[in-house]
């Protein structure tokens, strides 16, 4: 939240499979105003962070690595970043034995949290409720439109979602969980242009969502674009292939070549 502050040693998150991802992972990321993205399609103003473990040693996250954290296991991203002072920022660790303290059954913490931590639960429609009579009092908070539509998605409330997507996406600087979620309410609506546009979309963010461009793929094929939805998951498997990581889309391609 805006204003927390954050001290060594204190857990800010954890490392899960919510949403549209590729495996267990934990998005993290510290920027000096809004996120923005340039030419290249990287995100700017980002702050850069090291990473320690609990003896306090330098962990160098690599794009393609995987790390394994208590059990689970996460890939490591890059993300372009552009130092805005010439100091090292403070390490950042976290205790091995740190647990999430969850406030889903507490009407007394904040109602964002509150509502995250019911989220992260998957219970949404009490996430829904909390939200919508958040949103009553204060309508100018981005994540409590972005938490609440995808929330309505989850459920299936499709219809009742969109609206609410609009309005975070009129906030900018949402990423690819709102563009997924979004495309998955515009197809379950009837809208399959316009989602295949925002899956687009969510791939720009995290070219490696698989379950996003599987559906993307099947969409494209549905409004008659099947060279696309074959380009689409052949140049993602080739590119696996180069890192020495196994194809995995062959069984779609096929089926897509072999459909009428």
Request: aromatic share 8%; glycine share 8%; hydrophobic share 35%.
């Amino acid at each position: 939240m805006v204003g927390d502050k954050v001290k060594k040693g204190q857990q800010i998150a954890s490392v899960g499979n919510v949403g549209y991802s590729d495996g267990a992972h934990l998005h993290f990321e510290v920027l000096a105003g809004d996120s923005k993205l340039n030419g290249e399609n990287k995100l700017l103003n980002v702050v850069p962070i090291r990473f320690v473990n609990s003896n306090n040693e330098e962990i160098k996250i690599k794009s393609g690595s995987t790390y394994t954290v208590n059990g689970l296991v996460g890939g490591g991203t890059n993300t372009a970043s552009i130092p805005l002072n010439s100091q090292p920022p403070p390490p950042i660790s976290q205790p091995s034995n740190a647990v999430s303290k969850n406030s889903c059954d507490n009407p007394n913490v904040d109602a964002i949290k509150q509502a995250n931590d019911c989220y992260l639960q998957n219970q949404f429609d009490k996430t829904i409720e909390i939200l919508k009579g958040y949103i009553a009092k204060n309508t100018s908070n981005p994540r409590a439109y972005g938490m609440l539509a995808m929330a309505l998605s989850r459920s299936q409330r499709y219809e009742e979602s969109i609206p609410y997507f609009q309005k975070r996406i009129s906030f900018g600087g949402y990423g690819y969980d709102v563009s997924a979620f979004y495309a998955k309410s515009l197809d379950a609506t009837g809208n399959i242009n316009e989602s295949i546009v925002w899956n687009k979309k969510a791939l720009e963010f995290v070219p490696t969502l698989i379950d996003v461009r599987k559906t993307l793929a099947e969409q494209l094929v549905k409004v008659g674009k099947k060279q696309e939805a074959i380009t689409l998951l052949e140049s993602f498997d080739d590119g696996r292939v180069q890192k020495g990581q196994n194809r995995i889309f062959t069984a779609q391609i096929e089926a897509i070549k072999n459909s009428n």
